[in-house]
């Protein structure tokens, strides 16, 4: 392959090539989309630099001639514990959009969380990657009997889990999608949850409004419905995490939507410890919001997340080469995550802890 300057390509070896070789590759509109946070994206860009401001402790003398990344989570084993985040409209990136997705995760390992707004059908990503493990991301929707036949048919297609996104009542507020007037509903086919149908054209679309009085109360009606774990995406507070134990569900996503909904709140990482504290060990907790190395894993992780879910980064991959971009990042992340786990002497992920991480004075 050529590059740009005529001479040999530059091999991508880390997750900011991706980001900027899929800056090159997409239209503005879509580039904004992906990369915007909410108002000032000031949480957005606090996700990467609160990594920042984490040192590590490195052991030595600790025979690291194995190292074994895998973990599990809700038992299910993982080959690292890098999964994938819930993001939308993966065909805006790629033509082939989820179901690359899904075959990357599978071939990785590791666990892709689908979202409500994928723009391919649940039974064609299902179809392309059968043996991947899966969870279903719901956007709770006002129309409760669309809720569970949405449930239904994802716990019959063999997802593992439900995770249910907290901190999206309302959209945030975007400037750039405002400024570039984007408009998702009429620039894709989206398809039609009720159905497993594929696309429908917008104007035919059926899409019922996401609801806003989704509360507490609620998770029972869930839990009622289905036998699959629930998994609360969202939280940031010690309150929350409390009261996501009180109405026993089985995880949570510490995370701020990678900046894209309510700005100035904490970096999820500088949220993590507090929601870890208060869940004492009870359900698993994971962590989504600026992860691009591997030894973010490891911080996530000494900070006592089970695993960590990318985001942005596997937009970028899908963007830059579909299947095998996503399954290149993921990659990367996982051979950097063996190099921060060798090179601080964890030879198993049971091995991290929170010793081997410390905060840098400003
Ligand atoms: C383009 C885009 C679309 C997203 N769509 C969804 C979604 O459909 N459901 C959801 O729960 N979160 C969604 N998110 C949030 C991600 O699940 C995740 O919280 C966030 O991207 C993690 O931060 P990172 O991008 O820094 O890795 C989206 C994020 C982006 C960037």
């Given at each position: 392959m050529e590059g740009e300057s005529g001479g040999p390509e530059m091999p991508l070896v880390c997750l900011t090539d991706f980001q900027a070789l899929a800056r090159e590759l997409l239209s503005k509109s879509t580039r904004d989309f992906i990369e915007g946070g909410a108002d000032e994206s000031f949480t957005r860009d606090d996700n990467i630099a609160a990594f920042k401001k984490i040192r590590l402790r490195p052991r030595y003398l600790?025979?690291?001639?194995k190292v074994d990344p895998r973990t599990t989570i809700q038992g299910e084993e993982i080959s690292a514990p890098v999964c994938i985040a819930p993001t939308g409209f993966h065909c805006l990136v790629w033509p082939d959009g989820e179901m690359s997705t899904a075959r990357a995760a599978q071939a990785a390992g590791i666990c892709y969380i689908t979202?409500?707004?994928?723009?391919?059908?649940l039974e064609d990503i299902v179809a392309s990657a059968p043996k991947g493990l899966r969870w279903f991301q719901l956007y709770v929707q006002t129309d409760w009997q669309l809720n569970k036949q949405l449930i239904q048919r994802v716990e019959s297609l063999g997802f593992k889990a439900l995770v249910l996104t907290l901190d999206a009542p309302i959209p945030g507020n975007r400037r750039d999608d405002s400024r570039n007037q984007l408009d998702l509903k009429r620039n894709l086919m989206l398809k039609d949850l009720r159905s497993p149908e594929k696309g429908n054209p917008a104007s035919d679309l059926r899409t019922s409004p996401l609801s806003?009085?989704?509360?507490?109360?609620d998770l029972a009606w869930f839990r009622s419905i289905t036998q699959l774990p629930i998994i609360l995406k969202g939280i940031l507070t010690k309150e929350d995490a409390e009261l996501a134990v009180k109405h026993s569900v089985h995880g949570i996503i510490v995370s701020n939507h990678g900046g894209r909904q309510l700005d100035d709140v904490p970096a999820s990482i500088d949220a993590l410890t507090e929601v870890v504290a208060a869940v004492d060990g009870k359900i698993e907790v994971y962590l989504d919001g600026g992860v691009r190395n591997g030894n973010d894993v490891l911080k996530a992780l000494a900070l006592g997340a089970k695993c960590v879910f990318l985001g942005r980064p596997i937009l970028w991959g899908l963007a830059c080469k579909g299947e095998h971009g996503v399954e290149e990042v993921l990659n990367i992340l996982k051979n950097e995550f063996y190099t921060a786990m060798a090179l601080t002497g964890?030879?198993?992920?049971?091995?991290?802890?929170?010793?081997l991480v410390q905060f840098s004075r400003l």
């Amino acid at each position: 392959m050529e590059g740009e300057s005529g001479g040999p390509e530059m091999p991508l070896v880390c997750l900011t090539d991706f980001q900027a070789l899929a800056r090159e590759l997409l239209s503005k509109s879509t580039r904004d989309f992906i990369e915007g946070g909410a108002d000032e994206s000031f949480t957005r860009d606090d996700n990467i630099a609160a990594f920042k401001k984490i040192r590590l402790r490195p052991r030595y003398l600790r025979d690291v001639s194995k190292v074994d990344p895998r973990t599990t989570i809700q038992g299910e084993e993982i080959s690292a514990p890098v999964c994938i985040a819930p993001t939308g409209f993966h065909c805006l990136v790629w033509p082939d959009g989820e179901m690359s997705t899904a075959r990357a995760a599978q071939a990785a390992g590791i666990c892709y969380i689908t979202s409500t707004f994928a723009s391919c059908s649940l039974e064609d990503i299902v179809a392309s990657a059968p043996k991947g493990l899966r969870w279903f991301q719901l956007y709770v929707q006002t129309d409760w009997q669309l809720n569970k036949q949405l449930i239904q048919r994802v716990e019959s297609l063999g997802f593992k889990a439900l995770v249910l996104t907290l901190d999206a009542p309302i959209p945030g507020n975007r400037r750039d999608d405002s400024r570039n007037q984007l408009d998702l509903k009429r620039n894709l086919m989206l398809k039609d949850l009720r159905s497993p149908e594929k696309g429908n054209p917008a104007s035919d679309l059926r899409t019922s409004p996401l609801s806003a009085s989704f509360c507490w109360n609620d998770l029972a009606w869930f839990r009622s419905i289905t036998q699959l774990p629930i998994i609360l995406k969202g939280i940031l507070t010690k309150e929350d995490a409390e009261l996501a134990v009180k109405h026993s569900v089985h995880g949570i996503i510490v995370s701020n939507h990678g900046g894209r909904q309510l700005d100035d709140v904490p970096a999820s990482i500088d949220a993590l410890t507090e929601v870890v504290a208060a869940v004492d060990g009870k359900i698993e907790v994971y962590l989504d919001g600026g992860v691009r190395n591997g030894n973010d894993v490891l911080k996530a992780l000494a900070l006592g997340a089970k695993c960590v879910f990318l985001g942005r980064p596997i937009l970028w991959g899908l963007a830059c080469k579909g299947e095998h971009g996503v399954e290149e990042v993921l990659n990367i992340l996982k051979n950097e995550f063996y190099t921060a786990m060798a090179l601080t002497g964890c030879r198993s992920v049971a091995e991290i802890n929170q010793n081997l991480v410390q905060f840098s004075r400003l």
